[in-house]
């Protein structure tokens, strides 16, 4: 017997997406939005901008930065100074310059309008310093004339350990400086371009336009501003800014040791843990033993495979139990094999296979609802420090796929095996992973600094 697809016999009521992002119900508005980062230079305008591009996409809108410093630096006449290597090619009064990078500004708004308003985009993200009103205005024109929205974030620092630090990460490593000066040069230069453009900053201020729609973000996220939000897009983007922090920190993921249908190759049901399963959770809480690390909280999910895989970790450490960290709700396939399923139901199994991201089992769960109820998980783990998460195979790929920045179309195909530990830990523009994998044999752990693969094949 074969049932038609969900796709075909859902009528369930609820929000969904179309393939930019936008909501479905049409009396929503689909206007795209333009995000338009304002701040002196190495205020974390483009560590914002990558990070929200990442959190947006991840969501399901199509969201692309467009850098101006690299619009600058693709400039067909870029020299050195075009590129940005000497701080006086930021000053007010170098009128050649000033010509140089608004040109560059301004093919960074023509794509960037492109992109939105051909379809191929729900959201822009606008970083450059834009610290003129003149700039300002300049954008909220080119908006209006495009009939798009426009939402500034301003970022606004005062506390020099941030900005130092900032400047020695990141900016000294910029492709501005790149195989032209040592490190202390480029420092240097960097705070005097700094200077340059405090000559002319202008901070956002509500007289400037009433109607204007912005946040500014103080010392990175010690206070906040929020003026005018318009729509879906802009609050989630002030509610995700009020989330964040750069305290370095690691973010620990597993599944559940093997279990009895693991073992039989059964999707989803409660089963208890094998005994290499339980050797599994031993390891794990030796593991934590020797890490020692600070204030880690676990969170598990409430099946009985993942609370037994927490059991060997210490008391103190608190496990808490998420339902939302549940596996995907294999609905009526649930506790049958792959090739039962292919059996019995050949055009789920096709369904599935032609988009695995957006396929929902009948009476239960696609990729793509997982990521909804994972969204309080993911802004709960951008409020946290050190975290363990004890879940399963589809909800780490969901988990993964955000941290690691990958496409939605790659997220349900990320290679997760079973006893193996990754250990994340942000950066300003990336995130580091490191793999450990237990030899079950000798109970040793192997570890690798790199990215979880993609699957060789599909199901695995
Ligand atoms: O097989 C283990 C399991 O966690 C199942 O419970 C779940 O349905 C499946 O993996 C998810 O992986 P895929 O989406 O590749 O079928």
């Given at each position: 017997?074969?049932?038609?697809?969900?796709?075909?016999?859902?009528?369930?009521?609820?929000?969904?997406?179309?393939?930019?992002?936008?909501?479905?119900?049409?009396?929503?508005?689909?206007?795209?939005?333009?995000?338009?980062m304002v701040g002196l230079p190495a205020r974390g305008k483009t560590y914002i901008s990558?990070?929200?591009?990442?959190?947006?996409?991840?969501?399901?809108?199509?969201?692309?930065?467009?850098n101006v410093g690299?619009?600058r630096?693709?400039?067909?006449?870029?020299?050195?100074?075009?590129?940005g290597?000497?701080a006086?090619f930021f000053s007010?009064?170098?009128?050649?310059?000033?010509?140089?990078r608004?040109?560059?500004?301004?093919?960074?708004?023509?794509?960037?309008?492109?992109?939105?308003?051909?379809?191929?985009?729900?959201?822009?993200?606008?970083d450059a310093t834009n610290t003129?009103?003149?700039?300002?205005?300049?954008?909220?024109?080119?908006?209006?004339?495009?009939?798009?929205?426009?939402?500034?974030?301003e970022s606004v620092c005062?506390?020099?350990?941030i900005i130092d630090?900032n400047v020695t990460?990141v900016k000294v490593?910029s492709?501005d400086y790149?195989?032209?000066?040592?490190?202390?040069?480029a420092k240097e230069d960097f705070m005097n371009r700094i200077e340059n453009y405090k000559k002319q900053y202008?901070?956002?201020?509500?007289?400037?336009?009433?109607?204007?729609?912005?946040?500014?973000?103080?010392?990175?996220?010690?206070?906040?501003?929020?003026?005018?939000?318009?729509?879906?897009?802009?609050?989630?983007?002030?509610?995700?800014?009020?989330?964040?922090?750069?305290?370095?920190?690691?973010?620990?993921?597993?599944?559940?040791?093997?279990?009895?249908?693991?073992?039989?190759?059964?999707?989803?049901?409660?089963?208890?843990?094998?005994?290499?399963?339980?050797?599994?959770?031993?390891?794990?809480?030796?593991?934590?033993?020797?890490?020692?690390?600070?204030?880690?909280?676990?969170?598990?999910?409430?099946?009985?495979?993942?609370?037994?895989?927490?059991?060997?970790?210490?008391?103190?450490?608190?496990?808490?139990?998420?339902?939302?960290?549940?596996?995907?709700?294999?609905?009526?396939?649930?506790?049958?094999?792959?090739?039962?399923?292919?059996?019995?139901?050949?055009?789920?199994?096709?369904?599935?296979?032609?988009?695995?991201?957006?396929?929902?089992?009948?009476?239960?769960?696609?990729?793509?609802?997982?990521?909804?109820?994972?969204?309080?998980?993911?802004?709960?783990?951008?409020?946290?420090?050190?975290?363990?998460?004890?879940?399963?195979?589809?909800?780490?790929?969901?988990?993964?796929?955000?941290?690691?920045?990958?496409?939605?179309?790659?997220?349900?195909?990320?290679?997760?095996?079973?006893?193996?530990?990754?250990?994340?830990?942000?950066?300003?523009?990336?995130?580091?992973?490191?793999?450990?994998?237990?030899?079950?044999?000798?109970?040793?752990?192997?570890?690798?600094?790199?990215?979880?693969?993609?699957?060789?094949?599909?199901?695995?």
């Amino acid at each position: 017997m074969d049932i038609p697809s969900p796709l075909e016999t859902t009528k369930r009521k609820v929000a969904h997406s179309d393939q930019h992002g936008f909501s479905v119900f049409p009396d929503q508005v689909r206007v795209p939005n333009v995000i338009v980062m304002v701040g002196l230079p190495a205020r974390g305008k483009t560590y914002i901008s990558k990070k929200l591009c990442r959190y947006l996409k991840w969501t399901g809108f199509k969201t692309k930065v467009f850098n101006v410093g690299e619009y600058r630096r693709t400039d067909a006449n870029a020299a050195d100074a075009i590129h940005g290597a000497n701080a006086s090619f930021f000053s007010p009064d170098n009128a050649d310059a000033l010509k140089v990078r608004t040109e560059a500004a301004g093919r960074a708004m023509e794509d960037m309008a492109d992109y939105l308003n051909s379809g191929a985009g729900a959201v822009a993200i606008f970083d450059a310093t834009n610290t003129t009103k003149f700039r300002r205005k300049t954008i909220i024109e080119f908006c209006k004339n495009n009939t798009l929205r426009c939402f500034f974030i301003e970022s606004v620092c005062d506390d020099p350990a941030i900005i130092d630090s900032n400047v020695t990460d990141v900016k000294v490593n910029s492709p501005d400086y790149k195989g032209l000066m040592s490190a202390e040069q480029a420092k240097e230069d960097f705070m005097n371009r700094i200077e340059n453009y405090k000559k002319q900053y202008e901070p956002i201020e509500e007289s400037e336009d009433e109607k204007l729609s912005f946040i500014k973000v103080i010392n990175a996220g010690r206070s906040f501003k929020v003026h005018q939000v318009q729509g879906h897009v802009q609050s989630r983007v002030v509610y995700f800014l009020m989330n964040i922090h750069l305290l370095p920190r690691s973010i620990f993921l597993t599944r559940h040791g093997e279990s009895e249908y693991n073992a039989m190759g059964r999707l989803g049901g409660d089963s208890p843990l094998t005994e290499d399963g339980r050797k599994y959770a031993v390891a794990l809480g030796e593991f934590f033993e020797e890490e020692s690390v600070q204030n880690l909280r676990v969170w598990c999910s409430q099946k009985v495979r993942a609370a037994q895989t927490a059991q060997y970790l210490r008391p103190e450490m608190h496990a808490e139990y998420w339902k939302a960290l549940d596996e995907l709700d294999a609905g009526i396939c649930e506790g049958l094999t792959y090739e039962d399923i292919q059996q019995r139901y050949p055009k789920q199994a096709d369904d599935r296979a032609a988009d695995k991201y957006h396929y929902r089992y009948p009476s239960g769960e696609s990729y793509e609802d997982v990521v909804s109820r994972l969204e309080p998980v993911i802004m709960e783990l951008e409020r946290q420090a050190n975290v363990l998460v004890v879940s399963h195979q589809a909800v780490l790929r969901c988990i993964l796929a955000y941290f690691y920045d990958r496409p939605l179309s790659e997220l349900p195909f990320i290679d997760i095996p079973l006893h193996s530990l990754v250990k994340l830990t942000p950066r300003a523009y990336h995130c580091d992973s490191t793999i450990y994998k237990l030899d079950l044999e000798t109970g040793e752990w192997d570890e690798t600094s790199a990215q979880l693969p993609l699957c060789d094949s599909p199901r695995d």
